[in-house]
Structure formats: C-alpha cells, structure tokens
C-alpha cells in the first residue's frame, strides 16, 4: 500500500554530516507524520526525530541541536539533516509514515539505510 524509500546513508567521520531523503509513494491519500527511527547493534529502535504534516517537530534528548528534520508535503518526501556526527550515531536509520491510505491508516516503515560514523 505504501512503500518507503530511503537514501543518504553511508560513512563519515565524526563531526562531519549526512543527509536522509526518505520518499513515500502508493495509495496514500494523506500522511498524518512521518520520521526517522535507528537501531543500533544490541540496542532497540528508537525514536531520532519525527515531524507532523503540519511541521510540528519531536527529536530525541541525543540529538536536539544536531539533527533537523524537515517534510515536503507535495513530494510525500522527509529529510533529516544530520550534523556534527558522532560514533554513538552509528545505527541503520528506518523512515516512518503515519499514514492514511484507500484502504485504512496505519504504520509503514524503510528498509534502512545504514550510517556509520567512524574515523
């Protein structure tokens, strides 16, 4: 019904930067939120940032300051801007949607995309 497709990751040294796309296609007929979760080898999924479609924005303590997340309503398409990266930011990322399909709402998720920060 939704398919999300993420890109951006990939490696970095510490204090550098990165910048997920994640694009949203199907049967939507509005998008309610969407976002970015990571996980991390042997931790569970997370919360990074999430935004509303009416630009309502929620980041975790870890990256406020850092990250911004950003959402173009006509594109069906969310972005989260990452700077100075850290290595505890190494995880693979997934895209989020909150969305409303011809069918019904419900959650959909990336494949991830995987960043790593290292030197």
């Known amino acids: 019904q939704v398919q999300l497709v993420e890109s951006g990751g990939g490696l970095v040294q510490p204090g550098g930067s990165l910048r997920l796309s994640c694009a949203a296609s199907?049967?939507?007929?509005?998008?309610?939120?969407m976002g970015w979760y990571r996980e991390a080898p042997g931790k569970k999924r997370e919360l990074v940032a999430a935004?509303?479609?009416?630009?309502?924005?929620n980041y975790a303590d870890s990256v406020k300051g850092r990250f911004a997340i950003s959402i173009n309503n006509a594109k069906n398409t969310v972005y989260l801007q990452m700077n100075s990266l850290k290595p505890e930011d190494t995880a693979v990322y997934y895209c989020h949607t909150d969305a409303l399909t011809l069918i019904s709402r419900g959650n959909y998720w990336g494949q991830g995309t995987q960043v790593t920060v290292s030197s």
């Open positions: 199907g049967s939507i007929l509005s998008i309610n939120a």
């Open positions: 935004i509303t479609s009416g630009g309502s924005t």
